[in-house]
């Protein structure tokens, strides 16, 4: 590659010019994405753990509710049912923001991947364990919140953070739906430019966002490996 | 290929061994005669795992020779593949394929090694895991196998393969006590029938009963060998004297 | 409640948008059938170059692991899509696809082969070794199916991922279900298309999805909840 070729692919990519121009909207999509993970992640794992509780008392109907539920939510595309929510319920009559819909797509999302996270987590607690608090006069609830909860939620940690991350990244959809969040700052600034630089740091903001998370759920799954061996 | 005339089958000459810094064989020179059983008694440490590992080159001598039938394993042009199923390697842990019956255990390197079709590789699979006893067992997956059964089965794969010579590493030492008598008896019936072994163990009885010649190691080194008789009753160094005396309390 | 029937379940439209709905089936199988083979081909690769003995190679490449995984997928489409035009690289909408996607699961699998490899003891390789097996043969014989058998169910849950990703397809206009749901979806008026294609992917992971339940649900010996 000759140097004005060099020079063309920087310029395309990361043209200071173009940088200056719309580093401000890309930031603003920075404080979307944020925002909207933030609440994804404290709704989507505190219903995921209600849930994941409700079932532990094992009312029959009621569980059969919550997994036919969870299925339908991990099997379908999320795309799919962002796609359904904002555009089939202005049609029957119900409107909200599209930020709602995606906040609240993911959370339901996550939630359904948390409970069987959790639900996992709460199984594999030995029997034993059960047993013992209940011979101390613990009952049921007590049992669940002091005794079992606790290793649960401990062993639920490592899958958990992978899960939490992949669907936190899904906030990217929220560009097909018009929510400003970086994938959709970075895209319009790229067709109002005619130039790639937006993207490159759309996907810049991307990694400085989630390279530390990604290398904190590499952490969390050795250190909590070896807690456990 | 050069090819010395030798007549041994196993041959390690000058073999040198360090981790990292710390020398764990120094020079080692052993030889084994065809039919014979050497035995390699030695405290933890001395290096006796480091040069059974050496003679089929699943640990990489830093200098020195292993010859086998008169090929050296450490020259360029030396097929190491080809030569690995030449020395029959038997584990302290089996190292059975969990995730393949008996028979598939023994057949693989027969197909994939030897070049033999299924059917044929099948027969004589079965007729290693006859050898061993365990022809009524050649469907079963290790995890449905006792210990003692699963070692047997190992030494079967070796076997297969029709080596010149086979290895053992404390073939019985993560064995019950109650298992370990049946692969002992295998290994007699081995050495009885011909087969040249090279034994790591710590079964003083065995090495008494049926070992050729017993090689005692230290720090690396062959301190001394000699007959069974020789190095139970009057151990000449001082080393294995001590060594024998913290065996027998 | 009438209404939401009548927006979401109307059988006539989902008869009407039933033929295009097909033929985004079809794309989406055909994606299906590209993302997944070369996810799977990339992850071992990344997998087994993982455990090379150079830093020249292990480390650029955890790095490109982690940069892929750390960016959103549809970022890493659209960038391939809308951003390679400005290196004089134009792929069509499949092939940025199979980039983007490729990149992405290849990275995810990787890491689950990774994980699969290392669960295996030296011992097995030792063993197949000192029977004269190659290097190939004993990571194709003995070790890989070990290796996969003891991460299937995270195999198995990033293929339920990998197809579901095909669905951002849509958003570089190709042509696959959802696409051509949300077509329907907009010449109709009504969201039936979209229920359709939300059906139809839940008959195809549904199963998986259960399966991979079963697996991880597999209780621990003896607890009270069984
Ligand atoms: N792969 C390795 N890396 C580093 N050190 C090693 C390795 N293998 C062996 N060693 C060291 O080499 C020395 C000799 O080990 P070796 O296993 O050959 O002894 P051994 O005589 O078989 O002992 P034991 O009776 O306990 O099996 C030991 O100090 C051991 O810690
Ligand atoms: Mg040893």
């Given at each position: 590659?000759?140097p004005?070729?060099?020079?063309?692919?920087?310029?395309?990519?990361?043209?200071?010019?173009?940088?200056?121009?719309?580093?401000?909207?890309?930031?603003?999509?920075?404080?979307?994405?944020?925002e909207?993970?933030a609440?994804?992640i404290?709704?989507?794992?505190?219903?995921?753990?209600?849930?994941?509780?409700?079932?532990?008392?094992?009312i029959?109907?009621l569980?059969?509710?919550?997994?036919?539920?969870?299925?339908?939510?991990?099997?379908?595309?999320?795309?799919?049912?962002?796609?359904?929510?904002?555009f089939?319920?202005?049609?029957?009559?119900?409107?909200?923001?599209s930020?709602?819909?995606?906040?609240?797509?993911?959370?339901l999302?996550?939630?359904?991947?948390?409970?069987?996270?959790?639900?996992?987590?709460?199984?594999?607690?030995?029997?034993?364990?059960?047993?013992?608090?209940?011979?101390?006069?613990?009952?049921?609830g007590?049992?669940?919140?002091?005794?079992?909860l606790?290793?649960?939620?401990?062993i639920?940690?490592?899958?958990?953070t992978?899960?939490?991350?992949?669907?936190?990244?899904?906030?990217?959809?929220?560009?097909?739906?018009?929510?400003?969040?970086?994938?959709?700052?970075a895209?319009?600034?790229q067709?109002?430019?005619?130039?790639?630089?937006?993207?490159?740091?759309?996907?810049?903001?991307?990694?400085?966002l989630?390279?530390?998370?990604?290398?904190?759920?590499?952490?969390?799954?050795?250190?909590?490996?070896?807690?456990?061996? | 290929m050069?090819?010395?005339?030798?007549?041994?089958?196993?041959?390690?000459?000058?073999?040198?061994?360090?981790?990292?810094?710390?020398?764990?064989?120094?020079?080692?020179?052993?030889?084994?005669?065809?039919?014979?059983?050497?035995?390699?008694?030695?405290?933890?440490?001395?290096?006796?795992s480091?040069l059974?590992?050496?003679?089929?080159?699943?640990?990489?001598?830093?200098?020195?020779?292993?010859?086998?039938?008169?090929?050296d394993?450490?020259?360029?042009?030396?097929?190491?593949?080809?030569?690995?199923?030449?020395?029959?390697?038997?584990?302290?842990?089996?190292?059975l394929?969990?995730?393949?019956?008996a028979?598939?255990?023994?057949?693989?390197?027969?197909?994939?090694?030897?070049?033999?079709?299924?059917?044929?590789?099948?027969?004589?699979?079965?007729?290693?895991?006859?050898?061993?006893?365990?022809?009524?067992?050649?469907?079963?997956?290790?995890?449905?196998?006792?210990?003692?059964?699963?070692?047997r089965?190992?030494?079967a794969?070796?076997?297969?393969?029709?080596?010149?010579?086979?290895?053992?590493?404390?073939?019985?030492?993560?064995?019950?006590?109650?298992l370990?008598?049946d692969?002992?008896?295998?290994?007699?019936?081995?050495s009885?029938?011909?087969?040249?072994?090279l034994?790591?163990?710590?079964?003083?009885?065995?090495?008494?009963?049926?070992?050729d010649?017993?090689?005692?190691?230290?720090?690396?080194?062959?301190?001394?060998?000699?007959?069974?008789?020789?190095?139970?009753?009057?151990?000449?160094?001082?080393?294995?004297?001590a060594f024998?005396?913290?065996?027998?309390? | 409640?009438?209404?939401?029937?009548?927006?979401?379940?109307?059988?006539?439209?989902?008869?009407?948008?039933?033929?295009?709905i097909?033929?985004?089936?079809?794309?989406?199988?055909?994606?299906?059938?590209?993302?997944?083979?070369?996810?799977?081909?990339?992850?071992?690769?990344?997998?087994?170059?993982?455990?090379?003995?150079?830093?020249?190679?292990?480390?650029?490449?955890?790095v490109?692991?982690?940069?892929?995984?750390?960016?959103?997928?549809?970022?890493?489409?659209?960038?391939?899509?809308?951003?390679?035009?400005?290196?004089?690289?134009r792929?069509s909408?499949?092939?940025?696809?199979?980039?983007?996607?490729?990149?992405?699961?290849?990275?995810?699998?990787?890491?689950?082969?990774?994980?699969?490899?290392?669960?295996?003891?030296r011992?097995?390789s030792?063993?197949?070794?000192?029977?004269?097996?190659?290097?190939?043969?004993t990571l194709?014989?003995?070790?890989?199916p070990?290796?996969v058998?003891?991460?299937?169910?995270?195999l198995?849950?990033?293929?339920?991922?990998?197809?579901?990703?095909?669905?951002?397809?849509?958003?570089?206009?190709?042509?696959?279900?959802?696409?051509?749901?949300?077509?329907a979806r907009?010449?109709?008026?009504?969201?039936?298309?979209?229920?359709?294609?939300?059906?139809?992917?839940?008959?195809?992971l549904w199963?998986?999805?259960?399966?991979?339940?079963?697996?991880?649900?597999?209780p621990?010996?003896?607890?009270a909840?069984?």
């Amino acid at each position: 590659m000759g140097p004005t070729a060099l020079d063309r692919f920087a310029d395309a990519f990361l043209n200071p010019v173009v940088t200056a121009r719309y580093l401000p909207a890309i930031l603003k999509g920075v404080v979307v994405t944020i925002e909207v993970a933030a609440a994804v992640i404290v709704t989507g794992l505190a219903l995921g753990l209600a849930l994941a509780v409700l079932r532990s008392f094992r009312i029959r109907p009621l569980n059969v509710a919550i997994v036919v539920a969870v299925d339908i939510l991990r099997a379908l595309p999320p795309l799919v049912l962002i796609l359904i929510v904002y555009f089939g319920l202005p049609n029957a009559g119900l409107t909200i923001p599209s930020f709602a819909v995606l906040w609240l797509v993911l959370s339901l999302v996550l939630a359904a991947f948390a409970e069987e996270i959790f639900w996992a987590g709460i199984l594999s607690v030995r029997a034993g364990q059960w047993e013992a608090a209940r011979s101390t006069g613990l009952g049921f609830g007590g049992t669940l919140a002091y005794v079992v909860l606790p290793q649960a939620i401990r062993i639920a940690v490592p899958p958990l953070t992978n899960r939490t991350i992949a669907i936190t990244k899904n906030t990217a959809l929220g560009s097909v739906i018009g929510v400003g969040e970086i994938l959709n700052q970075a895209t319009t600034a790229q067709s109002f430019s005619g130039n790639a630089t937006p993207l490159t740091l759309g996907a810049l903001a991307y990694l400085v966002l989630f390279i530390p998370v990604v290398a904190l759920g590499r952490w969390i799954e050795h250190r909590f490996r070896w807690n456990r061996a | 290929m050069v090819e010395l005339v030798t007549e041994f089958v196993l041959e390690a000459r000058g073999l040198r061994k360090s981790f990292g810094g710390q020398e764990v064989l120094k020079g080692v020179d052993l030889a084994v005669r065809e039919r014979e059983l050497v035995f390699v008694i030695g405290p933890s440490g001395s290096g006796k795992s480091t040069l059974l590992r050496c003679c089929n080159r699943l640990e990489e001598p830093d200098g020195g020779h292993v010859l086998v039938g008169g090929v050296d394993l450490m020259a360029r042009g030396t097929d190491i593949n080809a030569m690995r199923r030449r020395v029959g390697m038997v584990f302290q842990s089996f190292n059975l394929y969990p995730h393949m019956t008996a028979l598939g255990n023994v057949s693989l390197a027969l197909r994939k090694v030897v070049g033999r079709p299924r059917r044929a590789a099948g027969e004589e699979a079965l007729a290693a895991l006859d050898r061993v006893g365990l022809a009524a067992k050649a469907a079963s997956y290790p995890a449905q196998l006792s210990g003692g059964q699963q070692q047997r089965v190992a030494i079967a794969r070796a076997l297969a393969l029709q080596p010149q010579i086979m290895l053992f590493d404390e073939p019985t030492s993560a064995l019950d006590p109650e298992l370990v008598g049946d692969v002992l008896r295998t290994m007699r019936e081995l050495s009885a029938s011909g087969m040249t072994m090279l034994v790591v163990s710590h079964e003083m009885r065995f090495a008494r009963d049926a070992a050729d010649r017993v090689v005692f190691m230290d720090g690396g080194a062959i301190v001394e060998e000699g007959t069974p008789a020789a190095i139970f009753g009057q151990p000449f160094a001082e080393r294995t004297r001590a060594f024998l005396g913290e065996l027998a309390r | 409640m009438s209404a939401f029937a009548a927006q979401f379940l109307d059988l006539s439209i989902m008869w009407q948008a039933a033929p295009l709905i097909r033929r985004g089936l079809g794309t989406t199988l055909l994606l299906c059938a590209i993302v997944i083979p070369l996810g799977l081909a990339g992850g071992l690769g990344v997998a087994l170059l993982s455990l090379a003995p150079s830093r020249l190679v292990r480390w650029p490449l955890a790095v490109a692991v982690d940069v892929f995984r750390a960016v959103p997928p549809l970022v890493l489409l659209i960038f391939v899509y809308a951003g390679l035009p400005f290196a004089g690289l134009r792929p069509s909408p499949i092939e940025a696809v199979a980039i983007a996607f490729f990149l992405n699961t290849s990275s995810y699998y990787g890491e689950i082969f990774r994980a699969g490899l290392g669960s295996i003891g030296r011992g097995q390789s030792e063993a197949a070794r000192s029977t004269g097996l190659t290097g190939a043969q004993t990571l194709a014989y003995v070790v890989l199916p070990q290796a996969v058998r003891n991460v299937l169910p995270d195999l198995m849950s990033n293929t339920v991922e990998a197809v579901k990703l095909t669905s951002l397809g849509s958003v570089v206009a190709l042509p696959e279900l959802l696409y051509s749901a949300d077509m329907a979806r907009s010449l109709t008026y009504n969201a039936s298309p979209l229920i359709l294609a939300g059906a139809i992917y839940l008959a195809i992971l549904w199963p998986l999805v259960r399966l991979i339940s079963r697996f991880e649900n597999r209780p621990a010996g003896d607890t009270a909840l069984g």
